[in-house]
């Protein structure tokens, strides 16, 4: 299990400030959904903390160690990344993906690359190239590819944007779950999600980004009866409880 803490963070890209002086501390496991309208910081946060990009001022740490000194080979076996985009630098296949994902880690079950397959149901597409896939196919290669491995810190922006209901129900579900399993088994899953109901629904911790700042970091069943959610949003939300779950509902009076 690892721990991931963001310690002033602060990025600025030609003359904007992207994320404003945010410090976080996550893990070593737990659920953890990133929430915010668009323009947030949201994605640029998330990169930060895989360490793909670099702050402007501040640290990311990792087990207390700085990401930025530690090797690749280091942060590619601790963290897994799902950016919002990928394009690989060749047409390669299905099967080829796979096996480059079970290479970052030193060792694997013999059965990992099967299992993961099974998972996301990639069986009869592994000599399939990536330029031949839809949206949904391909982000469920790319989930395979970096999950194969089980990292203990699993990092997403909005992993499910290009799946249908089903599987994006499916997967929300998948990286919330394996950062609530029981102490000693669980990992760390940091993920940004659109869908505010399933935010809420599946996830532990719910952190509000707004203009690059942490607005609010709390409990998911204790952030959705908060104010500043409604603000954050520019709309009132109506809270409704089915099924034991909290629902939110845009109010016909859209203002806050």
Known sequence: MSSLAAESLTVK????TLIDGVSLVLGPRGSVA?????????????????GVDMPTSGHVRLDGQNLAGLASIERAQAIGFLPQAFEPHWDLSVADLLQLGAARATALPADAVAKAKHAF?????????????????????????????DPP?????????????????????????RGREPLGEGRLSVVVVHDLDLAFRFFERVVLLVAGKVLADAPADQLIHDPRLDEAFG?????????????????????P
């Open 13 to 16: 890209r030609e003359g904007a």
């Open 34 to 50: 990133v929430i915010g309208p668009n323009g947030a910081g949201k994605s640029t946060l998330l990169r930060t903390l895989a």
């Open 121 to 149: 149901e990639l069986s009869g597409l592994e000599a399939r190239r990536w330029s031949t896939l839809s949206g949904g196919e391909r982000a469920r290669v790319l989930l395979a590819t970096v999950l194969v491995v």
């Open 153 to 177: 810190v699993l990092i997403a922006d909005e992993p499910s944007a290009a799946l249908d209901i089903r599987h994006r129900l499916d997967t929300i579900r998948t990286l919330a779950t």
């Open 235 to 255: 709309v009132r939300f109506e809270r409704l409880k089915i099924g034991g779950r909290w629902m939110l509902t845009p109010s016909p009076n859209l203002s």
